[in-house]
Nanobody, 119 residues
Framework: QVQLVESGGGLVQPGGSLRLSCAASGFAFGSAVMSWYRQAPGKERELVASISSTGGITNYPDGMKGRFTISRDNAKNTVYLQLDSLKFEDTAVYYC????????????WGQGTQVTVSS
């Protein structure tokens, strides 16, 4: 059974930092492209960052560069998202996504972890 379990969210003040984790099981984690998305209330889900199966290539959409860092540990089947210099507008539910490179029609999502930036 495939599972993606996010953790690390919470309440943080503007300018603060959080480190999100996504623990994966039930599929070949080392052969999957991993991504983080977020969805704010009333808005569409958007890509925050993605990382290749080996971790050698990362991608950040415009507007996400500079404050967020994605990384992975294939020995621990875990992908991370470091959030720095957080702003009010970063408040959202953050989701982990896995797409196996050998079965790209498959698409796994976690349940999400809430990040709230508030003073």
């Amino acid at each position: 059974q495939v599972q993606l379990v996010e953790s690390g969210g919470g309440l943080v003040q503007p300018g603060g930092s959080l480190r999100l984790s996504c623990a994966a099981s039930g599929f070949a984690f080392g052969s999957a492209v991993m991504s983080w998305y977020r969805q704010a209330p009333g808005k569409e889900r958007e890509l925050v960052a993605s990382i290749s199966s080996t971790g050698g290539i990362t991608n950040y959409p415009d507007g996400m560069k500079g404050r967020f860092t994605i990384s992975r540990d294939n020995a621990k089947n875990t992908v991370y998202l470091q959030l720095d210099s957080l702003k009010f507008e970063d408040t959202a539910v953050y989701y982990c996504r896995a797409v196996p490179i050998y079965e790209p029609t498959l698409d796994y999502w976690g349940q999400g972890t809430q990040v709230t930036v508030s003073s």
